[in-house]
């Protein structure tokens, strides 16, 4: 059973930083295999669609942003605790949302895609 922990979620002001960060166990990521899987962070504001922020492969590799963040934010993975992170600067009160994480087996950046979900935590950003 994979599950996905989200954590490091709060309230800042606009030009600030937080780091979240996206725990991981369970099968596919015991041993070797999890290095070709995934992960996307997403994000949902009530009444619109989940969208994808940005997605990794778990080797490090291979990495997608989204036009509204690239440039600001920076996906990494730390394999031996199978964590991914996802540093977000100059934050604005558009990136406000409720950011979820979540595990796929290609590069999808439809929420559609992805296998596995975290349950999410809240980013607010203060003007």
């Known amino acids: 059973q994979v599950q996905l922990v989200e954590s490091g979620g709060g309230l800042v002001q606009a030009g600030g930083s937080l780091r979240l960060s996206c725990a991981a166990s369970g099968i596919p990521f015991s041993g070797f295999s999890f290095i070709t899987y995934y992960i996307g962070w997403f994000r949902q504001v009530p009444g619109k669609e989940r969208e994808v922020v940005a997605h990794i492969k778990w080797s490090g590799d291979t990495t997608y942003y989204a036009d509204s963040v690239e440039s600001r934010f920076i996906i990494s993975t730390d394999n031996p605790k199978n964590t991914v992170y996802l540093q977000m600067n100059s934050l604005k009160p558009e990136d406000t949302a409720l950011y979820y994480c979540?595990?796929?087996?290609?590069?999808?950046?439809?929420?559609?895609?992805?296998?596995?979900w975290g349950q999410g935590t809240q980013v607010t950003v203060s003007s």
């Open positions: 979540a595990s796929a087996r290609r590069p999808e950046v439809a929420a559609g895609g992805y296998d596995y």
